[in-house]
């Protein structure tokens, strides 16, 4: 109980200071992508996170953002509805988002949020709705038992009746069973095959009138709920949501490619691969895939709010008492630990030598060294190359480097492979640059690898 009301203080300060300091921080507003087919179609919105804690859900909606291609119709997304709930791991800071959409006081902290998409919703561009959710169990039309029954959610495509009369694409019912039809051929397993639930809302069921898709069903627009069950891992969950989506989109004439294979192994990659963070207008850009706890000494620049920009939607850097941490969806992934710093703006990059062989390199990029590299030294620069060891000097340029000399615990991943090479104008941070040893290590094996598993223990034990 005590720990409880901690943790409630904790948040209430922070409420606070959203509400006394609202321009030092970024705004979380969710994000709506758009994409454009080169074949005239149809326009489907889906929307992810309307709850925080559905990661199926909103992990989904940003793949189909940033990994899917329309060649026919539009694609818009919104995978991020409530993202400020997503970032907080929860269901709804502000209550259930989707029980806003009937009345809601301009006082609610979200009203402008569902105005917002609302208007969405109700262009006239947009031809269908989908709202993606990870719900509890599995729902089945009769009661099996305690998992398995009409109360569930999991595992069922939802809609609020079965027809739009005189609407395009408004024979809802029958897209849906033909959509589960596909979803169940290609079931992981007969146990998590899905099921239609007509939640008649229309009839009564006022919980549901006050939901996003009957908003859009009493505008005419067809929308359609689908929920993969919270008893599955996240990639298996947006398996089904994905599958589920796709034999709609080809029903419908949406025309698409993929990047990634619509396999949970493909879908887990997928997710946690080529995800980036940038800092100082992209001075600085990291991968968040590995990424150890704590960045130390972390050259941001001097500016009222943290500015950072990501390749994914889900993605955010927020204040934390001395120290901004990176949240990617429900994850909270690594402390920095800011030094701050004025940004030169001079240079663009930086020469290097790597294994030899002379490259230009842009800040923000990760080069793949396998031997070992060098900075070119450029007059009124100072190159530091953090951990490296035994320099004995303050300008580490034009110096060959291998990774041996460099102290494994300062890598900026958990595997002790990124290593930060950072160049400064006097004072001022002109850009970072990252050498990157995997492949070396990789090719070196198992013995190696070991011996690597080792100084990691060693290094984390250090901090
Ligand atoms: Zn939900």
Same mark, same amino acid.
């Given at each position: 109980?005590?720990e409880?009301?901690?943790?409630?203080?904790?948040r209430?300060?922070?409420?606070?200071?959203?509400?006394?300091?609202?321009?030092?921080?970024p705004?979380?507003?969710?994000?709506?992508?758009?994409?454009?087919?080169?074949?005239?179609?149809?326009?489907?919105?889906?929307?992810?996170?309307?709850?925080?804690?559905?990661?199926?859900?909103?992990?989904a909606?940003?793949?189909?953002?940033?990994?899917?291609?329309?060649?026919?119709?539009?694609?818009?997304?919104?995978?991020?509805?409530?993202?400020?709930?997503?970032?907080?791991?929860?269901?709804?800071?502000?209550?259930?988002?989707?029980?806003?959409?009937?009345?809601?006081?301009?006082?609610?902290?979200?009203?402008?949020?569902?105005?917002?998409?609302?208007?969405?919703?109700?262009?006239?561009?947009?031809?269908?709705?989908?709202?993606?959710?990870?719900?509890?169990?599995?729902?089945?039309?009769?009661?099996?038992?305690?998992?398995?029954?009409?109360?569930?959610w999991?595992?069922?495509?939802?809609?609020?009746?079965?027809?739009?009369?005189?609407?395009?694409?408004?024979?809802?019912?029958?897209?849906?069973?033909?959509?589960?039809?596909?979803v169940?051929?290609?079931?992981?397993?007969?146990?998590h095959?899905?099921?239609?639930?007509?939640?008649?809302?229309?009839?009564?069921?006022?919980?549901?009138?006050?939901?996003?898709?009957?908003?859009?069903?009493?505008?005419?627009?067809?929308?359609?709920?689908?929920e993969?069950?919270? #008893? @599955?891992?996240? +990639?298996?969950?947006?398996? &089904?949501?994905? %599958?589920?989506?796709?034999?709609? $989109?080809?029903?419908? *004439?949406?025309?698409?490619?993929?990047?990634?294979?619509?396999?949970?192994?493909?879908?887990?990659q997928?997710?946690?691969?080529?995800?980036?963070?940038?800092?100082?207008?992209?001075?600085?850009?990291?991968?968040?895939?590995?990424?150890?706890?704590?960045?130390?000494?972390?050259?941001?620049?001097?500016?009222?709010a943290i500015?950072?920009?990501?390749?994914?939607?889900?993605?955010?850097?927020?204040?934390?008492?001395?120290?901004?941490?990176?949240?990617?969806?429900?994850?909270?992934? #690594? @402390?920095?630990? +800011?030094?701050?710093?004025? &940004?030169d703006? %001079?240079?663009?990059?930086?020469? $290097?030598?790597?294994? *030899?062989?002379?490259?230009?390199?842009?800040f923000?990029?990760?080069?793949?060294?396998?031997?070992?590299?060098?900075?070119?030294?450029?007059?009124?620069?100072?190159?530091?190359?953090?951990?490296?060891?035994?320099?004995?000097?303050?300008?580490?340029?034009?110096?060959?480097?291998?990774?041996?000399?460099?102290?494994?615990?300062?890598?900026?991943?958990?595997?002790?492979?990124?290593?930060?090479?950072?160049?400064?104008?006097?004072?001022?941070?002109?850009?970072?640059?990252?050498?990157?040893?995997?492949r070396?290590?990789?090719?070196?094996?198992?013995?190696?690898?070991?011996?690597?598993?080792?100084?990691?223990?060693?290094?984390?034990?250090?901090?």
């Open positions: 109980m005590h409880a009301s901690i943790l409630f203080c904790r209430s300060i922070i409420l606070l200071i959203l509400l006394l300091f609202p321009a030092r921080l705004a979380f507003d969710f994000t709506l992508h758009k994409q454009q087919g080169a074949q005239p179609g149809p326009t489907l919105l889906i929307v992810g996170g309307i709850q925080g804690d559905e990661p199926g859900g909103f992990n909606a940003a793949l189909l953002a940033t990994r899917y291609r329309v060649q026919r119709g539009n694609l818009w997304v919104v995978p991020n509805l409530n993202f400020p709930s997503i970032l907080q791991r929860s269901r709804g800071i502000y209550g259930d988002m989707n029980r806003k959409f009937d009345t809601l006081p301009e006082s609610d902290p979200e009203y402008h949020q569902i105005a917002r998409i609302k208007q969405i919703i109700m262009d006239p561009q947009v031809d269908l709705v989908f709202n993606l959710h990870d719900g509890s169990g599995f729902y089945h039309p009769e009661q099996i038992n305690r998992l398995r029954n009409p109360n569930r999991g595992q069922s495509c939802i809609i609020d009746q079965s027809r739009l009369p005189d609407t395009r694409f408004g024979n809802l019912e029958e897209l849906t069973r033909e959509t589960i039809q596909r169940n051929t290609a079931a992981l397993s007969p146990e095959q899905f099921h239609l639930k007509n939640t008649r809302t229309a009839a009564g069921d006022i919980e549901m009138q006050r939901s996003l898709t009957y908003y859009a069903v009493r505008n005419n627009k067809p929308a359609f709920g689908i993969a069950s919270k #008893s @599955f891992s996240t +990639p298996v969950r947006a398996y &089904y949501l994905l %599958s589920a989506l796709e034999a709609y $989109m080809e029903q419908v *004439g949406l025309r698409f490619s993929r990047d990634f294979a619509l396999t949970p192994q493909g879908i887990k997928a997710l946690s691969e080529n995800v980036r963070v940038s800092f100082g207008g992209g001075r600085i850009q990291l991968e968040l895939k590995d990424l150890r706890p704590t960045l130390n000494y972390f050259p941001l620049p001097k500016a009222a500015d950072f920009s990501s390749n994914n939607p889900l993605v955010a850097v927020l204040p934390y008492r001395d120290r901004f941490r990176i949240h990617y969806g429900n994850h909270r992934l #690594s @402390f920095l630990k +800011p030094q701050y710093f004025a &940004y703006q %001079s240079l663009t990059g930086i020469k $290097m030598l790597i294994d *030899g062989v002379d490259r230009d390199v842009k923000g990029t990760t080069v793949p060294v396998d031997n070992n590299f060098l900075v070119r030294g450029k007059k009124g620069y100072r190159v530091n190359v953090i951990g490296f060891q035994k320099s004995g000097r303050r300008n580490e340029s034009d110096l060959q480097i291998a990774k041996p000399q460099i102290a494994g615990s300062f890598s900026i991943d958990k595997s002790g492979n990124l290593f930060r090479v950072e160049v400064y104008r006097q004072n001022r941070f002109s850009g970072m640059v990252l050498v990157d040893f995997r070396q290590t990789a090719r070196k094996g198992p013995l190696v690898a070991q011996a690597m598993a080792g100084e990691q223990r060693a290094a984390e034990h250090e901090n």
